[in-house]
């Protein structure tokens, strides 16, 4: 009986040995076919995703800097003080300041209290930062690199009878003016408030990581507010259904020509009603102005009429849509007919969409300017006629996006064969292979920002441009802040 159980015993333990090992092999087996199916599986994806998107070079910056932005780990640091900022000009020259404050914030280890917006100058927007950009997004994103409050601690609020110093920071300053300058100050004073923020931080010479929080700042942190966001994209919608347009940024409103003194095309009483609004502003410095002085150095915005040309030059189509991506057109019923005539296509977001759903943006320049900073981003080609804040953030968008086609208009050279032209020197055929000759290399495409020693206005805008955050590898390597230096 004993025999009878011990070889049932054995047998028993043989048929488990037998599972155990055929067991084994199936899994020695299942791996390499798992792995297998998993890599086909990947790149059945990655070959799906080449032929949805084109496997583009947008895919590939997009990626890096995603990567190059959200990798960092959260800081802990102890608060220096408080800063305060209160932004000024229209709504993409307080975007990059923006960016500028957060990155002088994170340098100097301050609390950043959210930025009061512009409501004093031309426009007289009463938008506050919360209309125009999600708040809780905007601390929430940032909350690894900087703390940003709402308001100030009632312990040191003005309305507790807490005075602040109130200064503007050194136009185009390196990290070295905060560091010495600026950080010091807060030994003496709790908080500081920045009056204003246009262009207070260098384009070039700032160390890597705070170039990236710049871009950080303006490609993710900012984001339009709900209801702008949603008009925003659907009015791109609705441009896209009817096919591919150019968003034309024709900055020719009022402000734009009594600022710049340009009057080309105007008549006297035109030129005369520019020259009071001039002089009814004073902290627009320049008051007597040549407009033909300024023009022939290319330092106007192009006109109506002008843009026409250009657009025809460059071989833009009758048919094709244009967005006027602007405000109100000074004397527009007479200056647009010839664009119109050209390019019957014209729409504007007044044309596109209900006057109940404009509304709620009326006398909100910088939110009706939001808008239009959606379309211009979205758009197949952008062309702006005069290279101001605007233009430079939305070239810098749009080189985030991909290098999406931006024409970048040369208007010293422009109004030069303008003239030719208009003197029967150049034929049109002459004068549109200029154009289009001279403009091969200027729509947006991959380059270094170039440097102008001691003449920081006039180099490339690092909004405009911010290559250090548009690279080929996750890593970045090998680009840095070097430039094209003239």
Known sequence: MESVVQVRSERVQQSIQGVVIQRTRLKLWFIPVFASILVWACLVQLWHMRLLSGFTRATKVSVCVEETMHSTTPRNYTSNGFLQVSCNGGLNQMRAAICDMVTVARLLNLTLVV??????????????????????????????????????????????????????????SSEKYYLQQILPLFSKHQVINFNRTDTRLANNGIPLELQRLRCQVNFHALKFTQ?????????????????????????????????????????????????????????????????????????????????????????????????????????SERRLATLRTAFPKIVKKEMLLDPEELQQFQNHSSQMAALDFIVSTASNIFIPTYDGNMAKLVEGHRR??????????????????????????????????????????????????????????????????????????????GLDNSTEVR
């Open 227 to 331: 209801k702008i966001e949603a008009l925003g994209q659907k009015l791109v919608h609705m441009l896209q259904q009817r096919g591919p347009f150019v968003a034309l940024h024709l900055r020719y409103e009022m402000d734009m020509l009594a600022f710049s003194g340009c009057t080309e095309g105007c008549t006297e009483e035109e030129a005369e009603e520019l020259k009071q609004l001039r002089y009814a502003f004073p902290w627009w410095k320049e008051k007597e102005i040549v407009s033909d002085e300024k023009r022939s150095q290319g330092l106007c915005p192009l006109t109506p009429e002008e843009a026409t040309l250009i657009l025809q030059a460059l071989g833009i189509e009758k048919d094709m849509q244009i967005y006027i991506a602007s405000g109100d057109i000074y004397s």
């Open 115 to 172: 930025p009061e917006l512009d409501k004093s100058s031309f426009w007289a927007d009463p938008s506050d930062f919360e209309d125009i950009f999600d708040v809780r997004h905007f601390i929430d994103s940032l909350r690894d690199e900087v703390n940003i409050i709402k308001r100030l601690p009632k312990k040191v609020a003005r309305s507790y009878g807490y005075h602040p110093i109130v200064m503007p920071p050194v136009s185009w």
């Open 400 to 477: 985030y996006h991909g290098y999406k086609k931006t024409i970048l208009l040369d208007r010293k050279l422009l109004v030069g064969l303008l003239d030719l032209h208009h003197n029967r020197t150049l034929s049109w055929a002459e004068f549109s292979a200029a154009v289009q000759q001279s403009h091969e290399g200027r729509i947006g495409q991959p380059a270094h920002r170039r440097i102008i020693e001691d003449k920081p206005k006039e180099e490339d805008y690092f909004y405009a441009n911010p290559h250090e955050c548009l690279c080929e590898s996750a890593r970045c390597e």
